[in-house]
Each structure stands twice: as C-alpha cells, then as structure tokens.
C-alpha cells in the first residue's frame, strides 16, 4: 500500500490546482465509475490533489502547464498504484497451496 505524504503544501502549486480544478477533473475522467481498494476515481484524484500540493519537484516546476502535465502523471501512477492494491487485497491465498509450495522446497 501507498504511504500518504505528510507535510506543508506549497502555495503557488496550490493556487494552480485551484484555479484549474474543472478542468482537471475533465483531464482526468472523473466521472468514471469502480471501486478499487475501497476507493472510487474521486478518492484518487482527491489523493493526488493532496499528493501534488506537498510533493517538491511540484513545487519546483514554475509554469501552470508544467504543473497540471505532472498532475496528469502523477494522476495516473497514484490511479494505477490504487488499482495493483484492490488486486492484491483480493488474493487469496488458500492452505492447500501454502503447503505445496513448502513441500516442493522441502523436495529439493
């Protein structure tokens, strides 16, 4: 599972994402529908919100175009990190096959 970012957000990186939020959500398909890991297209583009305004290369980036393409990706790697957890979360991982697996090391 991803580990949440905990800091101070920038303030320039902030009022971009504030003054292009419509258009954001509609770069980043946020009327789709699905639940991945308990959490909706929503959850993650307010994940990536909270993401971008405190990560430092965001804050690094000067012009409002380099800002919302970074958005874009790392909208994308957090949407496809959420997606790789809600499929591991489902696995599972029956006795019987535990114990294959040990007795086939033990063969060995």
Known sequence: ????????ADNHVMEVLAGNYDKLKQLCGYRKSGLYCSKSYEDIF????LFVAQDKK????KSD???IDYFRYRYRMIQYQTINDGKQLKEIHYA???QTKEKTREDR
């Not at 599972?1 to 101070?8: A, D, N, Q, Y």
């Not at 307010?46 to 919100?49: K, L, P």
């Open 46 to 49: 307010e994940d990536t919100i």
């Open 96 to 98: 019987d096959y535990l």
């Open 1 to 8: 599972m991803r580990s949440i970012k905990k800091g101070e």
């Open 58 to 61: 965001a804050a690094s980036l």
């Open 65 to 67: 175009k380099e800002i």
